[in-house]
């Protein structure tokens, strides 16, 4: 017997094939590993405000804060009206790929109003490095991308 291939089986075969591609794409994608970027997002946006200040705060000085990446270490300089000044604070090691992969590290500026990090433990990729620290009881806040090759 000799199956005869018309429109309507044509198109029974397309709709099965669609249906296939249907549940196969919802198995797929129920299987991805899908991250915010911010674990505590919500938290964070309400307080985004104190950030916008401290970020101004920085602002208001001519010169800004350099971050240098290379070797294996990274320098920070802080603007020069912070030498000689006690800065408190954190410089939050942010990799937007792998959150498992962050870190922080304290802020301990010396006389000259530099720090040098010890970055050997970088992965190769991009990093965002979040400064946040406060002297004279003004608090400051600075970010900037770097990449460890």
């Known amino acids: 017997m000799k199956m005869k291939f018309n429109?309507?089986?044509?198109?029974?075969?397309?709709?099965?094939?669609?249906?296939?591609?249907?549940?196969?794409?919802?198995?797929?994608?129920?299987?991805?590993?899908?991250?915010?970027?911010?674990?505590?997002?919500?938290?964070?946006?309400?307080?985004?405000?104190?950030?916008?200040?401290?970020?101004r705060n920085l602002e208001s000085f001519q010169e800004t804060v350099k971050v240098k990446l290379s070797q294996g270490r990274l320098r920070i300089d802080l603007p020069k009206y912070f030498m000689g000044k006690k800065s408190e604070g954190n410089v939050l090691f942010y990799r937007p790929s792998d959150p498992g992969k962050d870190f922080t590290v304290p802020l301990v500026i010396n006389d000259s109003s530099f720090q040098i990090i010890d970055a050997t433990r970088l992965d190769p990729g991009r990093y965002v490095i979040k400064i946040d620290w406060t002297t004279d009881g003004v608090a400051y806040y600075y970010e900037e991308a770097v990449f460890n090759e």
């Open 7 to 55: 429109w309507g089986t044509g198109l029974l075969i397309t709709i099965i094939l669609f249906i296939l591609a249907v549940v196969a794409f919802f198995i797929w994608s129920s299987n991805l590993d899908i991250n915010l970027v911010e674990d505590n997002y919500y938290e964070k946006e309400l307080a985004y405000q104190e950030k916008i200040d401290k970020i």
